[in-house]
């Protein structure tokens, strides 16, 4: 099928028109789509706060998807004594840091989720991540695991200037951030199944959410 306007699009199920174009319609269509559009407005209505909560979830999904992938390059990363490979486990170290961390910035962009929902037994290494974000990663602070400084040596001729860095992470990650990973990837798909129960408690309607295949690397 062709689309007779641009504003006009379908996919495998459906045909797409806008509303600016009902009042083209012939009037027994007009009213039936009148009536199914009062419909949805009216379930909408209802199931606000519960939408609401559905979109934070959503902005959820991408980052714990992006944190298990991380997760995964870094438990496989190869690692032998060589500036390349400790410059990699830096920067998947980094991602991993900064990725978790999203998940627990407030105000808009928050993913809904607390530190009180993470078991106890997790959380002093949830809080050794957000720390080692603020600290080390998304800015140069201080924190026991990196430090830099300068030798300087003189002679009759010149002053040499020798860079000293310490640098300390674990190689693969720690064993607990698999433990996060999991808890993370569960939390999210528990609220997402609660959140769509409620939908249909509330307006009658079945709700629901594409689910595909895992991943590759998960449980990897």
Same mark, same amino acid.
């Not at 009148?34 to 902005?59: F, P």
């Not at 609220?191 to 449980?219: M, Q, S």
């Given at each position: ?9 379908? *996919? ?9 174009? #009902?009042?083209? /319609? &012939?009037?027994?269509? +007009?009213?039936? #789509? ?22 934070? /979830?959503?902005?959820? !999904? &991408?980052?714990? @998807? @992006? /944190? ?12 032998? +004594? ?13 991602? #991993? ?16 989720? @607390?530190?009180?929902?993470? &078991? ?24 026991? @695991? ?12 010149? #002053?040499?200037?020798? +860079?000293?860095?310490?640098? $300390?992470?674990?190689? $693969? ?25 409620? +939908? ?15 991943? *590759?690397? !998960?449980?990897?």
């Amino acid at each position: 099928m062709t689309n007779a306007s641009p504003l006009v699009w379908e *996919d495998d199920e459906y045909v797409y028109i806008p509303e600016e174009l #009902f009042q083209h /319609l &012939p009037p027994e269509y +007009l009213e039936r #789509f009148e009536t199914r559009k009062h419909q949805g407005e009216d379930v909408l209505r209802i199931a606000d706060t519960d939408i609401k909560s559905l979109v934070r /979830l959503a902005k959820a !999904i &991408p980052t714990t @998807s @992006s /944190l298990s992938y991380v997760f995964h390059r870094l438990r496989t990363a190869k690692f032998d +004594l060589t500036a390349e490979a400790l410059m990699e486990q830096e920067m998947l170290t980094t991602a #991993f840091v900064v990725t978790y961390s999203k998940l627990f910035i407030s105000g808009s962009g928050g993913s809904g989720i @607390s530190r009180d929902q993470i &078991p106890l037994h997790l959380r002093q290494v949830h809080d050794d991540i957000i720390e080692l974000r603020h600290n080390r990663y998304a800015h140069n602070g201080s924190h026991t @695991s990196i430090g830099s400084g300068i030798q300087i040596d003189f002679d009759d001729a010149e #002053f040499r200037v020798t +860079l000293q860095v310490n640098m $300390g992470f674990h190689v $693969g990650g720690r064993d607990e951030w698999e433990q996060l990973v999991r808890f993370l990837d569960g939390h999210i798909h528990d609220r997402l199944t609660k959140i769509l129960n409620r +939908l249909k408690a509330k307006t009658g309607y079945e709700w629901t959410f594409p689910v595909g295949p895992a991943p *590759d690397w !998960i449980g990897k």
